[in-house]
């Protein structure tokens, strides 16, 4: 059973900085691609960034170019968001997502992604 276990949300004053971590579990995703998505509340989940499985193509939505990395591990089947000069708005449930077939370039919709972590919260106060 595949598994995907995010960690690291929580709380943060604006302009501070937090890391999420998503370890998998029951299979090796070195030769795919992942991606971070967020849901705030009221709002459809959103796209907020994706890398290739050997980190070659990476894509970020324009609301956080600048300000996010996304970043892997495959020996550790382990994927990265660091988030820095954080604002209110992005405040919101985060996501990992992991596609289960080989792709040349990383979706960003939801649809493009087999596998889902369970959410991990990040609260941004003004």
């Known amino acids: 059973q595949v598994e995907l276990v995010e960690s690291g949300g929580g709380l943060v004053q604006t302009g501070g900085s937090l890391g999420l971590s998503c370890a998998a579990f029951?299979?090796?995703?070195?030769?795919?691609?992942m991606a971070w998505f967020r849901q705030a509340p009221g709002k459809e989940r959103e796209f907020v960034a994706s890398?290739?499985?050997?980190?070659?193509?990476?894509t970020y939505a324009d609301f956080v170019k600048g300000r996010f990395t996304v970043s892997r591990d495959n020996a550790k089947n382990t994927w990265y968001l660091q988030m820095s000069n954080l604002k209110p708005e992005d405040t919101a449930v985060y996501y990992c997502?992991?596609?289960?077939?080989?792709?040349?370039?990383?979706?960003?919709?939801?649809?493009?992604?087999?596998?889902w972590g369970q959410g991990t919260q990040v609260t941004v106060s003004s």
């Open positions: 997502a992991a596609d289960g077939s080989w792709s040349v370039i990383p979706g960003n919709r939801t649809n493009d992604y087999d596998y």
């Open positions: 890398i290739s499985w050997a980190g070659g193509k990476i």
């Open positions: 029951g299979r090796s995703f070195s030769a795919y691609s």
